[in-house]
């Protein structure tokens, strides 16, 4: 009995949206209390170092300084600044490899102390009057340098030189077996960049410690509730004495605060509890970009078996991946890299090994799509390899080898829908297909080619760590409703898909809904913003919130209008029954009804969430200049398979910017490090994220092939935008000058050097 | 550094008041004056969420001294509209979608109030040069053109009336 | 660091005079930022923005004078400068984000001195030369001659550059300009040249090139340009001649392109605006 839903499905003004159009929304690094201190950071200049001495004195005694912190009077707790030790599941032990300061420096820019005073510029002069004495230790830049026996180790491992936590090995079927079953092998190695998440509010916190020892910490954290655990830890505090909220906005997330990425929080509250006063830390731009964790760089081999006719008899992943100085996801991504690599196609023999290994370079971490990108890049860019070589269509031989619902593949839930077959089709139609392969006269210089590329993801973190969320759904007096859950909203909608999905279940108006959120304090345990989670897990808790909320008000509607709560139903906040319509009562009646003799209606969700695979298909059109190597896309269709999408706007909102992140990817974004280990591109004018005239026109196709697991059918979409984008445009690329390029960016000059090798 | 007396007009109101010279145009609006609106991204003029209308032109606040500011009139995103007649711009970012985390919207709006203050039919390109030293990380871009056309188009019908 | 408005440019000679070492600022794109990453900290700046005596562009004798405030936009979107000097009003259109453009003057551009500077190959090719004024008087130096390295010019301490100054182009005369960077907006150039050609029934009669980004200050191709002069615009030997052009240029690696990548780039741009002129000569 499927009905048209009222709510769900329609693009209705979002609720953060006049708040923020006004400038009248609040961000963590807007907050000022009375009393508050500025916070400062001193950064190790060196990549790799033992501080032998360190004397805070003369900052101390400057006018205004109010506390230094150092790793000698902050506490000795390590941690992984990572969500990551709030759900990795036994017998898998969190990597924790941090403290809040330590008495070594890993990376340029490591954390060596801080100061609080009472305006900014005289916490930056006491930085300068900190005097430090480093050991210089050897240093290790590269991944595949730093496993070496001779490397310098940073940290303790136990899986093998440098390499945080385990590593992964994925396994299906007999891969020795596939390989000898084909009738050809392709072998290739990509090697990815780092990008850098960019959001526009760099990291921050403001730390308040109460007279009575109470801690409340403002964030810029896209985990609430995982980050006050890792503040509590730290501490030695009951969770019940730590409250960590959003204020409520956030200026983008992107993966980096999933935790306390540069640890803005404990740092904050160290200098808080060390002062006696409210202390606020927003870093820089160039602190964020050299301290905070970036996307991970590093090598992905493909080597696939395949039959004559396209089919796919095997498939070997590797990845090696860097971690930078600190673990943070860094145990997590090579598994999901593998793990959505493996799963786009059916293939009976499969196989991946992956990991991280530590170097002396900023700490990579979550960025959206959380490995899958540099994993894809290398799949889909083979598998156009394989089709050309093969003489077929890129679609065909994709379309032969897809994964289909039913099929067995190596994740431990089952595959129960996709509409990438139709992502496919749609989106080849929107990018005038045929047209590939015919656009350019040998003469022309420039050269436009097409291309694409597909993949999946995933709609919650299960099964690479745990993931469950909690709800509640509170019936006021009036018969409206206040949804509490503890997810933030980092502008990708949440609050408004969540109480879209709220409303819908209960049977009233979105204007009814009331919404708390991305709080410690005022909702139950929920892990937050990422694994483009948020509509499909915690959208399934305040869907059983509501359906909680509304079977109790159903009950006590019934013996108030003399019938069964089966018959009854609820639509524009009437209750009725769905035998006799005049047997019918408004919500706000019941709702007062029962407050006048003792009752509120509280709907508790709490769930764990199943996973469902969202589908996508890229396509891209490019131009290439011969003359300078410059890339420009000149068009991006993107063909999403969302399951349903609760909110058509939000979710072509997700998709676009997914995709210009993901242009960025493909052609220009980059950090590289010099030989002392210092970023070269720490901030906006050096590191190449796209502007407005970067972005050519966006074409985002929804495709609804609901799963059964999802609310309302809803899958994951905020990652999936990017996932594919940089194969698509690569094979584009291909298509325009006949060149296959192995590593991103295809910035203008790799692709002139290239054009220039084959002449 | 001697405090000096810094006089303008914010939002069309006169303010008077003490700044040190050392102080640029964004930290006297969000820290002395509390129009917390404006946001600040990277400090150097790189990202454009600093972006005020100045005697009629968008500008990066966080790289005008303060002094440079004395005798001009300076307009926030707090000052071009209100709760119950909100800015055209304003309302065709909600309704377009054109607003996400929300960081880069202040700047990015009043980068595009300044040139349909000036022009009521600008062309895609022209507004992709406009907020083209706006950095936007979430959008991708396309709802926030779309946005500004359609305010342009508001705003068209509403003079033409 | 003080911030000290002078009310007329008299005011502002004297008070420079009187502490040379004192920083001046206009439109504050390049000094604020320098400022803040603490790259240089001048106890004291004297603002000239407000300086009305010093932003006008006038069409003088055959000669379009530009005072030192006049915004990279106001050049962009300025007729005059787009009937006399279109090459410029291109070069300024292309300078950071509109922000920068509404703040950032000519007088800036040329005073920082950057090797990547935007302008400079566009003036350097119109044969621009600059006013340089003191309490003790003004000398006018030629453009070529006004930089000499990276940041560096022959300003003295106590002078202010206060006008720029070249030839308007000529009916017979076409001109080319293009900036290649990074991306299309708020980039640094990794190489921008500037062409400036009299030619007769597409016949190359003179031409001046310049470079930006390929050396510690504009290169001009005086080589390629003598090796050109003659030549038709549709002749095949074009691409030939032009191919070497980077062996003039002097660049260096960084983070934006490799020495290599800038010579070669140097050519390719050149031969783009030869095709050019070959179009505006046609049409």
Redesign the interface.
Known sequence: MKKDYTVVGKNIRKLDAIEKAMGAATFTTDIKLPGMLYGKVLRSPYPHARIVKIDTSKAEALPGVKAVATYLNTPRVKFNTSATSTFTIPPLQPVEDQYVFDSVVRYVGDEVAAVAATSKKVAEEALELIEVEYELLPTVFDPLAAMKEEAPSLHHCEAGKNVPGEKIHIEMGDIELGFAEADYVFEHTFKLPVQKQAQMETQAAVAQVSVDGKVTVWSTTQTPHPSRRILATIFGLPYSKVRVLNPPYIGGGFGVRIGLSAKAEPIALALAMLAKQPVKVVYDRKEDFIASDTRHSGYVTVKTGVKKDGTFTARKIMGILNSGAYCSWSAETPGVLGAMGLSIYYCPNQMYDGHSVYTNTTPAGAMRGFGNPQGMFAVDSQVDIIAEELGMDPMEIRRKNIMRPGLPWVLPYPCQSSGLEECMDLGAKAIVWDQRGKQNQDSDTIRRGIGMAIGTHVSNAWPFCGDYSNAYVTVQQDGSIQVASGVPDMGTGTITTLSQMAAEVMGIAFGQVGITFADTESTPFEIGSHASRTCYASGTAVVAAAQDARKQVFEYAANMLEVTPGELDIENGIIYSTLTQEKNISLGQVAMEAHLRGQQFIGVGRIIPQNAPPYLAHFAEVEVDTETGKVRVTKMVAAHDVGKAIHPLIVEGQLEGGLAMGIGYALSEEIKYDDRGRQLNNGFHKYMLPTAMDIPELEAIIVEAEDPTGPFGAKGVGETGLVATAAAIANAVYDAIGIRFFEIPLTEERVYRALKERK | ??K?ILKFKLNGELMELLVS??D?LVDVV?DKL????????????????C?VIMNG????SC???A??A?DAEVE???GI?T?DK?HPL??T?????A????????GM?M?AKALLDGNLSPSRLQ???????????????????QAVLAAADKLKASKDK | MDVITPQNLQEALEELAKDPCAGVLAGGTDLLVKWKSNTINPPRVFTILGLQELNFIREEEGRLCIGPLVTHQDLAESAVVQRHAPLLAKACAQVGSLQIRNRGTIGGNLVTASPAGDTIPALVVLNASVVLQSAQGERQVPLREFITGPGKTVLQPGELLTAVSFPCMEATEVGFYRKLGQRQAMAISIVNLALKATLENAVIKDISIACGSVGPTVVELKRTANRLKGHSLDTSELRNIVVNAGDETNPISDIRASEEYRRQMVGELLYEGLQSLRRQSAG
């Open positions: 550094m001697q000096k010279p050392s640029t969000r509390g129009l917390t609106g404006t946001k600040k991204g990277c400090g150097k003029g790189e990202c454009g969420a972006t032109q968008s500008v990066n790289i005008v001294p002094m440079q004395m926030t995103i707090e509209g709760s909100m304003q309302e970012f909600i309704d377009y979608g607003i996400q985390c929300g960081f880069c919207t202040p709006i980068s507004i992709k040069e406009t907020i083209a030293g706006n950095i936007c990380r979430c959008t991708g871009y396309v709802k926030i053109e």
